[in-house]
T-cell receptor, first 113, second 115 residues
Framework: DAKTTQPTSMDCAEGRAANLPCNHSTISGNEYVYWYRQIHSQGPQYIIHGLKNNETNEMASLIITEDRKSSTLILPHATLRDTAVYYCIVRVAYRNTGNQFYFGTGTSLTVIP | GAGVSQSPSNKVTEKGKDVELRCDPISGHTALYWYRQSLGQGLEFLIYFQGNSAPDKSGLPSDRFSAERTGGSVSTLTIQRTQQEDSAVYLC?????????????FGPGTRLTVT
């Protein structure tokens, strides 16, 4: 079952903010939203996570709607090195099976010079 | 410090052969995860270890797949009688613990090609 839905691809001009949306309408109260990105031929890299409140770190900001059914990852000043596939993930904790990340197909972000 | 390492980086094998993929997690990380990524696809969760135990193995695609972890550190993923559909990049990740929230650190992956 898809836990999150994201647009397949997006473009962003270099130096502009990149806003990547994600829907997670079935999220439950104790599930965090995580964002990772994968640059070609590398393993995924952690970006940010959040539960209810908006979050900001040195890489990005995460805006979570009040009903928690969607979120937006913001890269404030996109660079060419930000070209990657961005995954929005809801972590699900099962009592007997531990913690699983469901990675969808993500959003392929292309930063254009 | 050292990150998650995987070996080999590339493996080409003939259909029907067995292969073993290795993951060295970050020292001290108790949780370890295996994922598979087929060409142009997202990551598919395979199995999770907390210490040496894998509470649930239902994510493994078939009974040809098995995984073990020893000493709470190194893990191996074994694929028996490989098939062409097993061709993919196999990624390993580790995290400090299984609590919330936490961050998974990924290795560079092993690219498996079954001919």
């Amino acid at each position: 079952d898809a836990k999150t839905t994201q647009p397949t691809s997006m473009d962003c001009a270099e130096g502009r903010a990149a806003n990547l949306p994600c829907n997670h309408s079935t999220i439950s109260g104790n599930e965090y939203v995580y964002w990772y990105r994968q640059i070609h031929s590398q393993g995924p890299q952690y970006i940010i996570h959040g539960l209810k409140n908006n979050e900001t770190n040195e890489m990005a900001s995460l805006i979570i709607t009040e009903d928690r059914k969607s979120s937006t990852l913001i890269l404030p000043h996109a660079t060419l090195r930000d070209t990657a596939v961005y995954y929005c993930i809801v972590r699900v904790a099962y009592r007997n099976t531990g913690n699983q990340f469901y990675f969808g197909t993500g959003t392929s972000l292309t930063v254009i010079p | 410090g050292a990150g998650v390492s995987q070996s080999p980086s590339n493996k080409v094998t003939e259909k029907g052969k067995d292969v073993e993929l290795r993951c060295d997690p970050i020292s001290g990380h108790t949780a370890l995860y295996w994922y598979r990524q087929s060409l142009g696809q997202g990551l598919e969760f395979l199995i999770y270890f907390q210490g040496n135990s894998a509470p649930d193995k239902s994510g493994l695609p078939s009974d040809r797949f098995s995984a073990e972890r020893t000493g709470g550190s190194v893990s191996t993923l074994t694929i028996q009688r490989t098939q062409q559909e097993d061709s993919a990049v196999y990624l390993c990740a580790s995290s400090e613990a299984d609590g919330e929230p936490y961050e998974q650190y990924f290795g560079p992956g092993t690219r498996l090609t079954v001919t």
